[in-house]
């Protein structure tokens, strides 16, 4: 049997940092209001670097840690909703930077579900046997489209990548990966696009920013995200005992919270960063991860959980043993 494995992780984040005391300045808000209901303290805003440049530098840092060149891969994934422009992709421009050879090279777009579902895809695509090794990106500048009037949503968001360089295995390091999506039709977590053209004349252009309705989304997100675990651990039929760690999407420490209970999981089984990262959609899984790993909260060895929700809506999670 062909499986995957995690060969390696690396992260990266842009050295510009915006304080709750700051946001204080932009919108009438305070730094209680957003650690009590949030978490988060902090989060890095990028001003110079979008998001194929926030990709590239995670990617350098997976690759050095995978101790692999990118001559060596054979595909690369990127997930993202903001992406430097909506085509060429964050992937392709990755591609020719990196210097890879002509290989495969696309992007997925699930919201901060997207880092799960690349991962989905790889670990399909490595099965296969056609391939050897896959650099999987979760990359993001939501602060270029968030709205700073907007003092619901503008506190929430931060910039980031994460990357995991995932390699062929004899091994099942991966043993279950689940994604799902149900339509948001009501539209509680969306972007607008681009009008379509009425007579062939060019509608004056706006320019559309995330919108949210919070209540809604927590709710859920605090339904999704205990249940995604549960149906990893069915499917794995391994007991929370069995996991060292869970590392959530970082959304609201108040979400992972709800989750812990829900599942009757120790505080310190759920891995948190959110104070400093803010929410990073589909870099926050990877991110973390990457996190967990450098900081010695996850070893060599040990099984994690991950899981996710986001736009869409989409859901999913995956069990590793790193
Ligand atoms: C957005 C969120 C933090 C709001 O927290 P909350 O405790 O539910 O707060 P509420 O929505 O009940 O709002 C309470 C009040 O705080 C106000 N408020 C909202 N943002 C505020 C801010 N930054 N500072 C101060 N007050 C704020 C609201 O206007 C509301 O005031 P009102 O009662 O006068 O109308 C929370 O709903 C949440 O995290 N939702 C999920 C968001 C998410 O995860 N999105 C991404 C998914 S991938």
């Known amino acids: 049997m062909i499986y995957s494995k995690v060969a390696g992780t690396g992260a990266y984040t842009p050295e510009n940092r915006v304080t709750n005391h700051d946001m204080e300045t932009i919108v009438e808000t305070t730094d209680e209001w957003i ?10 805003v990028t001003l110079t670097e979008n998001t194929s440049d926030l990709a590239y530098q995670a990617a350098l840092n997976a690759l050095d ?13 990127v997930a993202t909703v903001t992406p430097d422009q909506p085509f060429p992709g964050v992937s392709q421009m990755l591609q020719s930077r990196l210097g ?19 991962l989905n895809i790889a670990d399909k695509m490595l099965k ?7 650099l999987i990106i979760g990359a993001e500048t939501l602060t270029k489209i968030t709205d700073y ?41 969306k972007m607008d696009g681009y009008p379509l053209k009425k007579n062939y004349i060019t509608p004056e252009q706006t320019r559309p920013f995330l919108q949210m309705n919070g209540a ?18 069915e499917e794995t039929h391994l007991s929370l005992d069995d996991i060292d760690m869970i590392v959530a999407h970082q959304a609201n420490k108040r979400i992972i919270d709800k989750a812990a209970k829900t599942l009757g999981v120790q505080h310190d089984k759920m891995f948190v960063n959110i104070d400093h ?14 996190e967990a790993i450098k900081t010695g909260a996850l070893k060599k060895g040990d099984t994690m959980i ?16 790193l």
Request: proline share 4%; hydrophobic share 45%.
């Open 100 to 118: 890879c050879r002509a290989i495969p090279a696309f992007d997925v777009n699930a919201a901060c579900t997207g880092f799960i579902y690349a």
């Open 216 to 233: 809604e989304v927590f709710k859920f997100a605090t339904a999704v995200l205990p249940s995604v675990v549960k149906s990893l651990l």
């Open 306 to 321: 991950t899981a996710a929700f986001g736009a869409g809506f989409t859901w999913g999670g995956a069990v590793i043993k």
């Open 149 to 189: 009037a907007d003092r619901n949503t503008c506190v929430l968001f931060g910039d980031g990548a994460g990357a995991f360089v995932l390699s062929k295995s004899d091994t099942n390091h991966i043993p279950a990966i689940l994604t799902y999506a149900k339509g948001d039709e009501k539209g509680y977590l």
């Open 128 to 134: 296969s046997g056609d391939y050897q090794h896959i």
């Open 35 to 44: 650690k009590s209901r949030t978490g988060i303290e902090s989060r890095p």
């Open 65 to 77: 840690d995978a101790k692999l060149k990118a001559s060596d891969l054979d595909m690369i994934i």
């Open 277 to 290: 990262t803010g929410n990073t959609s589909a870099a926050s899984v990877p991110i973390a991860i990457d």
